[in-house]
C-alpha cells in the first residue's frame, strides 16, 4: 500500500511530462518553416509545415499558416478550403470547455484549443475574401463579407470593447459591396470602417485612411444623404469636393506589408525563502518583427498614389495581448500556487518526489506563444479611378529611407465602371530582419 | 518476477494503445437521402431537399403553363439563368436547381433548353459535326429552340445571434421572366427557418 502510494506521487509529475510534449514553446519551434517563407519559397514552406502537423489543440494555426501560404503560391483554392476548415473548429471549439479550462490552471495556458484572437478571426475572412476576389467569384468574396459582419457582431457581444471592431475588415466589405453595386450596404460598411479607426485610433496612433474618406463622401452623395454628406464635408475639411464621376474602372492596390509580431517567452524564477523549492512563471510579451517597407508608391499613366495604413496588426495584436494580461498573469499565479503546494506535500513524504515535482512543475510551466505568424505586420491600401482600357501599373515598395527596394510590374486592363483589386505581399528577408 | 512486471505493463499499455487506436478509425454509415441530419445548422442538404420539392410543387401547379400552351399552342421552353447567393454562407444552389429541372422536365408540360454554361460543349460538338460526321447524321447549325421564360432566383439570409442561441432564416425566391416582354410569369418562394443552439461548456 505505501509502495502504490508512493508510486502514484511520482506519477502525477511523470504524466506531466508526458503531457508537455516537446519542451519549447509554439512560436520558437519552426525556424525551418520561417527561413523558408522568408526565402519566398512557399512550396516548400507548405511541406516543412505539412511536416510538422503540431497537436490537435494548435489545428487552427496549422490551417491559417497553411492558409495563407497557398495563398502567397497562388493557390487560392486549397487556400479558400483550409480557412474555411478553420472557420469549422473556431465555431466548434469557441465554446469553454471544462477539461481544457482546468489544465490551463494546472499545466499552462498552451493546453487548451486556440481558436484565434477577434482580430486573427476577422482577418481570416478577410484573407478568404481576397481570395475569392483573386479567382473572380464576386459572390463568394460576398459570402465572406457578410461572415465579417457576423463574426465582429458575436465579438462586439462577447465585449471584445474596440479591438473587435476591426476597421480593415469592414473595409474590405465595403469594397465588396460596392464592386457589385449595392451602394447602401457598401455605405453602411465604410461607416463602420469610420468608427473603427476612430476606436482604434484611441488607442494606438492610426489615422482614417483618405481612400475611405473619399469613399463615404461619395457614397453619402450617391446614396442621397445629403445632411450626412455635409457632416463628412466638414469633419474632413473639404468643403469643395467634388464627385470624379462613374465613368471610370478603379484600382485597389494592397500590400500585404512584413510579418506580424512573434510572442515570446518571458520568465520569472522565484525561490522562496526557507522552502527548498524553485518557482517560475512564464508569461507571453510580442516582439514586432522588423524590416517592413514604408509603404509603396503606385504610378499609372503617369499619375501616382501612395498606399496608406489600413490595418495595424502588430498594433492591433499588441493591445489585444496586453488586454488579456491580467487574466493570463492570474492564472500563472494560481498555478505557481498550485504547483508550489503540490511539490510541498510531495516533498513532506518524499524528498525526491518533491525534486521531480519541482522540476516538472518548472518544465510545464511555458508561456502561451500561439498566434497567427504568417499574417502581415500590416496592410496598406491605395486606390486609384481609372479610365478603362489597358494600363501599366508599377508598384515601388520603399525603404523607410525612402529609396526604392523593389519593383513589381503588372499589366491589367480596367473595364468601365467595374473594379481591379491587386494584391502584393511583401516578406523580408531573414537577414533584414536581424539588422532593423 | 520483475520481469514478468514489466511484461504485464507492457501488456496494458498496448490494450491501452489499441483502445486509442480502435476509436480513430473511419466509421461510415449509409442513410436515406430524406433523412434530416442537422449537424453545424448551416445550409445542408435537407435544406436544399426543401426547396427543390417545395419550388417544384410551386411551378407545375402554377396557371403559367396553361397559359402560355393557350396562348401560343406549344409548351412552354425554359433556359436556367443564375441563382445568386446572397445568403452569409457559400451555397451551393446548383443541388437544387438541377432537382427543379429534372422534376419539370419529367412532368412532360415543361421543356428545358441548355444553359449558356451547358451549351458551348454542345455548339462545339456540332462545329466538329459539320467536318466528321455523315451527311445522313449531321446536325445542322442554327436549328436550337430560343427559350421562352429563363429561370433565375436568389437565396438570402437573415441571421439573429443573442449569446448562444441563433436564429437563421433562409429565403429562396425563383422567377420565371418571360424573355419575349420581361413579364413574371410565375415566382415561387421557400422560406426555412432554424434555431440553433451551441452549449455553453463543453467537456
Known amino acids: 500500500m505505501q509502495r502504490l502510494c508512493r508510486v502514484s506521487r511520482w506519477a502525477w509529475p511523470l504524466l506531466l511530462m508526458a503531457m508537455l510534449g516537446g519542451c519549447a514553446t509554439y512560436s520558437a519551434s519552426r525556424p525551418a518553416l520561417e527561413a523558408s517563407l ?13 511536416e510538422h502537423p503540431g497537436p490537435e489543440r494548435d489545428r487552427v494555426l496549422h490551417l491559417l499558416d497553411r492558409a495563407m501560404l497557398q495563398r502567397l503560391a497562388g493557390d487560392y483554392g486549397a487556400s479558400n478550403a483550409s480557412f474555411e476548415e478553420a472557420k469549422r473548429i473556431i465555431d466548434e471549439f469557441s465554446t469553454i470547455s471544462a477539461t481544457e479550462t482546468s489544465a490551463s490552471f494546472l499545466i499552462n495556458d498552451a493546453t487548451t484549443t486556440y481558436v484565434g484572437e477577434p482580430f486573427e478571426q476577422a482577418l481570416l475572412h478577410a484573407y478568404a475574401a481576397l481570395n ?88 453619402t452623395a450617391r446614396v442621397g444623404l445629403m445632411d450626412e454628406h455635409r457632416r463628412f464635408r466638414e469633419e474632413f475639411g473639404v468643403p469643395n469636393w467634388q464627385d470624379p464621376g462613374l465613368q471610370n474602372g478603379e484600382l485597389v492596390v494592397l500590400l500585404h506589408n512584413g510579418l506580424a509580431p512573434i510572442k ?28 517592413v517597407v514604408s509603404g509603396a508608391r503606385v504610378l499609372v499613366d503617369g499619375r501616382e498614389v501612395r498606399t496608406e495604413i489600413v490595418e495595424d496588426v502588430t498594433a492591433i495584436a499588441q493591445h489585444t495581448l496586453s488586454g488579456r494580461m491580467p487574466a493570463i498573469t492570474a492564472r500563472a499565479l494560481a498555478r505557481a500556487v498550485t504547483k508550489f503546494k503540490i511539490t510541498e506535500s510531495a516533498r513532506k513524504e518524499d524528498k525526491a518526489a518533491g525534486l521531480i515535482s519541482n522540476v516538472a512543475g518548472l518544465l510545464t510551466e511555458r508561456a502561451d506563444t500561439r498566434s497567427w505568424l504568417t499574417l502581415p505586420a500590416e496592410i496598406q491600401l491605395a486606390r486609384l479611378r481609372l479610365p478603362a482600357g489597358d494600363h501599366q ?9 525612402g529609396g526604392v527596394v523593389e519593383t513589381h510590374e503588372f499589366a491589367i486592363s480596367v473595364a468601365k465602371d467595374s473594379q481591379t483589386v491587386l494584391s502584393r505581399h511583401w516578406i523580408p528577408s531573414l537577414s533584414s530582419r536581424r539588422t532593423p | 518476477m520483475s520481469l514478468s512486471l514489466s511484461a504485464k505493463r507492457a501488456a496494458v499499455i498496448a490494450l491501452v494503445a489499441l483502445i486509442g487506436l480502435a476509436g480513430c478509425s473511419t466509421k461510415v454509415s449509409r442513410i436515406e437521402t430524406d433523412e434530416v441530419r442537422d449537424l453545424s445548422g448551416k445550409w445542408n442538404d435537407t435544406d436544399s431537399r426543401l426547396v ?43 443541388t437544387f436547381v438541377a432537382d427543379i429541372e429534372r ?27 459539320d ?30 445571434k443573442e449569446g448562444k442561441t441563433a436564429v437563421r432564416y433562409y429565403q429562396v425566391d425563383m422567377n420565371l421572366i418571360s424573355l419575349t416582354d420581361n413579364r413574371k410569369a410565375w415566382v415561387g418562394q421557400k422560406k426555412i427557418k432554424k434555431v440553433v443552439e451551441k452549449p455553453g461548456m463543453r467537456f
Not at chain 1, 466589405?173 to 469610420?194: F, K, P, Q, V
Open chain 1, 38 to 50: 522568408a526565402a519566398g519559397q512557399y512550396e516548400q514552406a507548405l511541406k516543412q509545415l505539412a
Open chain 1, 132 to 219: 475569392y476576389l483573386d479567382l473572380g467569384d464576386d459572390e463568394a468574396a460576398r459570402v465572406e463579407a457578410l461572415q465579417v459582419d457576423l463574426t465582429l457582431q458575436s465579438l462586439a457581444e462577447d465585449d471584445e470593447g474596440p479591438l473587435a471592431r476591426d476597421p480593415f475588415a469592414r473595409y474590405l466589405a465595403g469594397i465588396i459591396y460596392e464592386r457589385r453595386g449595392e451602394w447602401s450596404d457598401a455605405l453602411i460598411s465604410y461607416r463602420m470602417a469610420y468608427e473603427g479607426y476612430k476606436a482604434h485610433a484611441r488607442l494606438y496612433p492610426i489615422a482614417v485612411p483618405s481612400a475611405l474618406k473619399e469613399d463615404l463622401l461619395r457614397l
Open chain 1, 264 to 291: 515570446r517567452e518571458e520568465r520569472a524564477v522565484l525561490v522562496p525563502p526557507r522552502v527548498p523549492q524553485v518557482v517560475s512563471i512564464a508569461l507571453p510579451r510580442y516582439e514586432p518583427r522588423p524590416g
Open chain 1, 393 to 401: 501599373v508599377c508598384m515601388e515598395l520603399l525603404s523607410p529611407a
Open chain 2, 52 to 94: 427543390s420539392e417545395e419550388m417544384i410543387g410551386q411551378m407545375l401547379e402554377g396557371a403559367w403553363v396553361n397559359n402560355h400552351v393557350r396562348r401560343h399552342g406549344n409548351l412552354p421552353t425554359v433556359i436556367v439563368g443564375t441563382v445568386k447567393n446572397l445568403s452569409h454562407e457559400h451555397v451551393n444552389v446548383n
Open chain 2, 103 to 129: 422534376a419539370v422536365i419529367n412532368s412532360g408540360r415543361v421543356e428545358f433548353v441548355a444553359s449558356r454554361d451547358e451549351r458551348g460543349e454542345i455548339r462545339e460538338e456540332r462545329k466538329d459535326m
Open chain 2, 131 to 160: 467536318v466528321h460526321a455523315s451527311e445522313a447524321t449531321r446536325k445542322a447549325m442554327g436549328q436550337e429552340i430560343g427559350a421562352d421564360y429563363m429561370l433565375t432566383g436568389s437565396i438570402n439570409t437573415i441571421v439573429d
